[in-house]
């Protein structure tokens, strides 16, 4: 198939109309040679600030995207255990892209129940935001509430989490748990790794993470970098990017 031929007509109507401009595309090999379909078009859906309608998002394998990112206590030098402090999660309508709910709240950390000033100045978070807040067991049972409510739990909808990397569900929730005797439900056992869905969209590795994607899309980065509810709304703003630019998001990892 002749992708350069497509590639141009593609680039003509989106010029003509005025609406969406058009960028050269990854190319696959070192010799800039087309040798199989690009990792994507690279379709800036974004004009003059408007905001592009459902039809202009590629069609998901899911309904709905569950973004999450922890924040943990940590130090200048590794503590054990580390505990979840912040537990965000957004619920992404796929066919918009757009938020449609919030669970968030701060938890109390159980082992070393003192926040240092090193996990102050890196997440923003202050001992009265996780003082008298909710265990992880009691935010696991809020956030089972929350996922019921909101008719996540229903056989026939159909989602996913989403990740800035493997850490939230391959080491730390799973650790924690283990640490408390406590199960990880099952719906938090498989997910979409952000990084490994923007590395295969792009041919590139964000070595520095949500940074690196937001600067490579071209996007505003939101509020305070390790803001765990901060960090979800950038990722939200990078799968809306990227899905407006042709990508369909496939699940990248698991935990047995």
């Known amino acids: 198939m002749n992708w350069q031929k497509i590639f141009g007509q593609i680039c003509y109507a989106a010029q003509r109309s ?8 990854k190319y696959s090999n070192i010799n800039n040679r087309v040798t ?33 990112d922890f924040e943990a206590t940590c130090d200048t030098t590794p503590i054990h255990p580390q505990e979840i402090i912040e537990f965000p999660i957004l619920k992404v309508n796929s066919n918009t892209m757009e938020i449609e709910s919030t669970f968030h709240t701060y938890v109390q950390p159980v082992h070393h129940p003192h926040l240092t000033p090193f996990c102050t100045q ?68 498989q997910w979409i790794n952000l990084k490994k869905a923007y590395s295969k969209a792009t041919g590139t590795w964000p070595k520095s993470g949500l940074p690196a994607m937001v600067q490579g899309l071209g996007l505003k980065h939101l509020g305070r970098l390790h803001s765990g509810i901060d960090d979800c709304r950038n990722i939200v703003n990078i799968m809306r990017e990227m899905t407006c630019r042709g990508f369909v998001f496939k699940l990248t990892s698991q935990k047995e």
């Open 18 to 25: 005025g609406l969406i401009s058009v960028e050269l595309p």
């Open 122 to 189: 890196l997440t923003g978070i202050i001992q009265s935001m996780v003082d008298g807040q909710p265990t992880l067991q009691q935010a696991l049972q809020k956030v089972n509430n929350w996922m019921a409510d909101e008719g996540l739990l229903n056989p026939n909808v159909s989602s996913a989490f989403v990740t800035c990397g493997d850490w939230d569900l391959k080491t730390m929730l799973p650790g924690q748990c283990q640490h408390l005797g406590l199960c990880v439900p099952d719906y938090f056992k």
């Open 36 to 68: 199989s379909k690009p990792h994507w078009l690279f379709i800036n859906c974004r004009s003059q600030g408007t905001t592009v309608g459902m039809a202009g998002l590629q069609q998901q394998n899911f309904q709905y995207f569950l973004v999450l």
